[in-house]
């Protein structure tokens, strides 16, 4: 019963890191998602002086990569966390400026104007979102005309062999995820399959894939 409790604690602090075990967690998704965060970082291909959302930055120690990839970029985080917001700004405030900012979402809403930005991108936060038909218009709605979505998540295959994600994970296949995105109108442009050997949330050694979709207004 106690194995039991502290799984369901973990997929709660996976889902929204909270307090000083919040902190510890944000470090080990930092951790173990990295790959998965620079694939996606990576197929966006940002441009000069574009404007970048990313939904669900965590401890956001990731946020020097993005912003190497040209210059003059604009960065917005949403996070659900408290935690993770107070994290991201601790982690980073040698590049808090005008340009590079965290803040708080709430229902799912995007507190911006349509077409605000360029690129925007999410990793590993699917699992946790309670009305994906919503939450992806409200993408759309935000993303300027031939802006580019990625969405980056762990195979339901993979998903399913860890023993915390019984407790408030929503798993999709590929093909379930390419239904969501094209019913709030994104076109697929581009889907790639990657593999990678990580450590799990539970400290094991695993060979994880991962699935990086990009979509384009």
Not at 154 to 159: D, G, P
Request: glycine share 4%; net charge negative.
């Amino acid at each position: 019963m106690e194995k039991m409790i502290d799984l369901e604690d973990l997929a709660k602090q996976l889902s929204c890191p909270d307090g000083e075990n919040g902190i510890a967690v944000g470090e080990i998704m930092n951790e173990s998602n990295i790959g998965m965060t620079k694939a996606a970082i990576d197929s966006l291909q940002l441009k000069d002086r574009e404007q970048i959302l990313e939904l669900g930055h965590g401890n956001c120690k990731h946020l020097p990569y993005v912003l190497k990839q040209a210059n003059d970029l604009e960065y917005i985080g949403l996070e659900l966390s408290q935690t993770m917001k107070n994290s991201a700004i601790l982690n980073n405030s040698d590049h808090l400026n005008s340009n590079v900012r965290f803040e708080l979402i709430r229902d799912e809403r995007i507190q911006f104007y349509e077409k605000r930005f360029d690129k925007i991108f999410t990793v590993n936060t699917i699992y946790f979102w309670k009305e994906p038909e919503f939450f992806l218009n409200e993408i759309y709605r935000v993303l300027r005309f031939n802006g580019k979505f990625c969405l980056a998540f762990a195979k339901k295959e993979f998903m399913e062999t860890l023993p915390f994600t019984q407790f408030g994970f929503n798993l999709y296949t590929e093909v379930e995820v390419i239904k969501l995105l094209k019913s709030a109108k994104f076109a697929i442009e581009n889907i790639e399959t990657i593999s990678e050997n990580v450590l799990s949330k539970t400290g094991e050694k695993v060979e994880r894939e991962f699935i990086v979709i990009v979509a384009k207004k």
